[in-house]
């Protein structure tokens, strides 16, 4: 059974860091491509982050481009989104996902929640 | 970035067929392949439709999906509507390495 858990979130201060965490199992970890996806209080999904599966191509959307930086273990089966200078529409529920070559993201983690605030 | 955009909200009775429609603001819809997704209330989004028109695992017929060249839009169609059908839905395409999504459409089964 394909499994993503993210770790991580919590409550951290405009300005601040924190490092998000997914652990994954179920599926040769290696040849899968991999995607951040948040979805903010009420509101829609958002897709923040690519990277390919050695690593050695990442993406990124507009608005967390130079703040996040996404990286992966392929000897541990994790993937990692570290972000700084985070501010408060940075508030959201974090997903780690399963991307396919096709853009499909096939599986979902339940999620890590962030709250930026003073 | 192209957008896509769907209708903030759709309704219907059991039983029946609702679309849902998903616009590309730019470049020709049929260049990348579309995706849907299914979100219930407290829930991660789960993939219903990927690639166009397939059905992902577990999701039954009722649910397919189009590509209509004419107005550069994808359409999520649901027959026989069904009160857990009752979520919300988003499409999503991609460019180059990056996603994007709709903003997502509230089906409401009355």
């Known amino acids: 059974e394909v499994q993503l858990v993210e770790s991580g979130g919590g409550l951290v201060q405009p300005g601040g860091s924190l490092r998000l965490s997914c652990a994954a199992s179920?599926?040769?970890?290696?040849?899968?491509?991999l995607s951040w996806v948040r979805q903010a209080p009420g509101k829609g999904l958002e897709w923040i982050s690519y990277?390919?599966?050695?690593?050695?191509?990442?993406s990124y959307a507009d608005s967390v481009q130079g703040r996040f930086t996404i990286s992966r273990d392929n000897a541990k089966n994790s993937m990692h989104l570290q972000m700084n200078s985070l501010r408060a529409d940075d508030t959201a529920v974090y997903y780690c996902?399963?991307?396919?070559?096709?853009?499909?993201?096939?599986?979902w983690g339940q999620g890590t929640l962030v709250t930026v605030s003073s | 970035n192209f957008m896509l955009t769907q209708p903030r909200s759709v309704s219907a009775s059991p039983g029946k067929t609702v679309t849902i429609s998903c616009t590309r603001s730019?470049?020709?819809?049929?260049?990348?392949?579309v995706h849907w997704y299914q979100q219930r209330p407290g829930s991660a989004p789960t993939a219903v439709i990927y690639?166009?028109?397939?059905?992902a695992s577990g999701v039954p017929a009722r649910f397919s999906g189009s590509i209509d060249s004419s107005s550069n839009s994808a359409s999520l169609i649901i027959s026989g509507l069904k009160t857990e059908d009752e979520a919300d839905y988003y499409c999503?395409?991609?460019?180059?390495?990056?996603?994007?999504f709709g903003g997502g459409t509230k089906l409401t089964v009355l």
């Open positions: 996902v399963r991307d396919r070559g096709t853009g499909w993201l096939d599986y």
């Open positions: 690639e166009g028109n397939q059905r």
């Open positions: 179920g599926f040769s970890f290696s040849s899968y491509e």
């Open positions: 730019s470049g020709s819809i049929a260049n990348n392949y």
């Open positions: 990277i390919s599966r050695g690593g050695s191509i990442e």
């Open positions: 999503q395409s991609f460019e180059n390495r990056n996603r994007v």
